[in-house]
C-alpha cells in the first residue's frame, strides 16, 4: 500500500509537471515538443525577461495544481468528475441505472428491498452502498478498482486544472496564431476528455464491484458477474 500511495503521488507529479511544460511552451507560443522546449532554454538570454516569467507562472502553477489535488476534498473531486453537486458519489444511481452491471437488477433489489421502498431515494441508494462497501473494502477487487479511480479521479482534475488556465492565457494572448492554438486545444482537450470517461468508468466499476461482492460473487470475478456455488 505505501508502494501505491507513492506511485500516486509520484503520478500526479510527473503529470502536473508535463502539463506546466505544455502551458511554459504555450505561453511562449511555440508548438509542443521536445525540440521547442530545448530551443527556449537555449534562448534563455535572448528571451528574457519574458521567458522567465512565463517560467515562473507555469512552475508556480504545476506546483499548485500537485498540492490542491492532494488537499481538495472527496466531495469535490466527485462533483467535479460526475457534474453533480448533490450525492456526487457514483453509487448514489447504483441501484437504478441503465448502465451493464455484473448482475441482475432484480437481484440486487431482492438483496436490498429499502432502496425501491425508498422510491429509490439518492440518499438511500448511497447509505446502502456504503454499507456495504464497509464489509467488503479490504477485498482485493475493491482495493484495486478503487486506487485505480482515485489516481484517475486525481489527474483528471488536474487536466480541468489546466484546461482552464490554458484557456485564461488564450484569452489573454489573443494574437497567438491558431496554428499553434489548435495544438494546445487538442492535447489539453483531448486529455480532460479521455480521463473524465476512463475515471467514470473505473468508479461505476468500484461501485458495481462492491454490490457483486454483497450478491455472493466469487471475489476474482466480481467484475464478469460468476456467483459462488
Keep these: 500500500m505505501k508502494f501505491l500511495a507513492f506511485f ?31 530551443f ?22 504545476a506546483v499548485s495544481g500537485a498540492v490542491l489535488v492532494q488537499w481538495l476534498p472527496e466531495v469535490w473531486k466527485n462533483r467535479l468528475l460526475y ?6 458519489h457514483p453509487s448514489s444511481d447504483a441501484f437504478l441505472t441503465t448502465r451493464k452491471q455484473p448482475f441482475e437488477s432484480r437481484d440486487l433489489l431482492a438483496k436490498f428491498p429499502m432502496i425501491k421502498d425508498s422510491g429509490f431515494s439518492r440518499r438511500v441508494q448511497t ?28 489527474v483528471y482534475v488536474l487536466s480541468l ?3 482552464t488556465f490554458f484557456l485564461i492565457g488564450w484569452l489573454i494572448n489573443m494574437g497567438v496564431p491558431f496554428q499553434i492554438v489548435g495544438i494546445y ?22 461501485v458495481d464491484n462492491v454490490l457483486a461482492l454483497a450478491l455472493g460473487f466469487e ?11
Design 8 to 38: 500516486h503521488i509520484a503520478l500526479v507529479i510527473v503529470f502536473a509537471a508535463l502539463n506546466g511544460v505544455m502551458l511554459y511552451l504555450f505561453m511562449l507560443q511555440l508548438p509542443y515538443g521536445l525540440d521547442p522546449f530545448l
Design 127 to 154: 447509505e446502502v452502498w456504503q454499507d456495504a462497501y464497509n464489509a467488503s473494502r479490504t477485498k482485493r477487487v475493491v482495493l484495486n478498482t478503487q486506487i485505480h479511480w482515485n489516481m484517475l479521479r486525481d
Design 40 to 61: 527556449s532554454l537555449a534562448s534563455w538570454d535572448r528571451m528574457s525577461p519574458q521567458i522567465g516569467y512565463v517560467a515562473g507562472i507555469s512552475g508556480v502553477l
Design 185 to 206: 486545444m487538442f492535447l489539453f482537450g483531448t486529455q480532460t476528455l479521455f480521463l473524465l470517461f476512463a475515471a467514470r468508468r473505473t468508479g461505476f466499476r468500484m
Design 219 to 229: 471475489e476474482d470475478n466480481a467484475s464478469l458477474g460468476k456467483k459462488r456455488k
Design 161 to 163: 486544472y489546466f484546461l
Design 83 to 88: 457534474a453533480r453537486w448533490d450525492f456526487s
